[in-house]
């Protein structure tokens, strides 16, 4: 179905919240476009008519990400586009591909905040990229200030699974925590400097404390001093 493929569920999720952009300057950024954000943010654009909210409503579309239309061009310039556990190059599974995407960066969210959007869909853009770039915008970083992108990134790694470092991730004396089930979604409150401290909503359920933001630190980590973005390159261990 070519008008599917996103998170049909951020359509009425947006919906809910619509007014509340227009009226307190709210500003939202999210990968919900899945393999297919024009439809999604058209969906948006939709929601926002329905409300009369239409000129209050600008909605900053992010594409650039489905590689599968360049994948033989890319192979034919000699990137194998190999399996990283295997070593093996993408013509070996060639014929059976049907989508084929690159992780994007920072750098289309940042440019759509600049432009006056205050509603952001993006497909394939990494989680630490959503969080990265308001503060970038945000705080005018340099794209090279290689600290400051390092911190951001740091930020966004530890926000970018849902509850998991507000205690959905959490190991050490889990059964103490309280009401997991009304769980409190993390914020991240960023300085210009790079620093920041996570929390979340007052009386909601959940801990934000050292395990649960340290376990969610090592959540998917390969080498800790070598955790790859395309916006940069940051050292855990320095942290």
């Not at 239309?69 to 190999?82: N, P, V």
């Not at 409190?184 to 801990?207: L, N, W, Y």
């Amino acid at each position: 179905d070519p008008a599917t493929g996103y998170a049909r569920d951020s359509v009425s999720q947006m919906e809910r919240i619509l007014p509340d952009i227009a009226e307190q300057g709210i500003r939202v950024i999210s990968n919900a476009g899945g393999v297919n954000p024009r439809a999604c943010a058209e969906a948006v654009r939709a929601a926002a008519d329905r409300l009369g909210l239409g000129d209050r409503i600008r909605i900053g579309l992010v594409t650039g990400d489905d590689l599968m239309g360049r994948l033989d061009e890319l192979t034919a310039a000699g990137e194998s586009l190999a399996n990283m556990e295997t070593g093996r190059p993408l013509s070996d599974v060639r014929k059976h591909v049907r989508a084929a995407n690159a992780y994007l960066g920072m750098a289309p969210v940042v440019e759509a905040l600049r432009l006056g959007a205050n509603v952001v869909i993006t497909g394939r853009v990494t989680d630490t990229g959503l969080t990265l770039g308001p503060m970038v915008h945000e705080f005018s970083w340099q794209p090279d200030d290689w600290d400051r992108i390092a911190a951001g990134t740091i930020a966004g790694h530890i926000i970018e699974c849902g509850a998991q470092s507000s205690g959905g991730n959490l190991l050490k004396d889990w059964r103490r925590v309280k009401r997991l089930a009304d769980v409190g979604f993390p914020i991240v409150e960023a300085q210009a400097d790079g620093t920041f401290a996570v929390t979340k909503h007052p009386g909601t359920g959940g801990v934000v404390g050292d395990a649960s933001v340290t376990e969610q630190l090592v959540y998917e980590m390969g080498d800790p001093t070598e955790y790859i973005t395309p916006d940069g390159v940051a050292d855990f261990t320095t942290i």
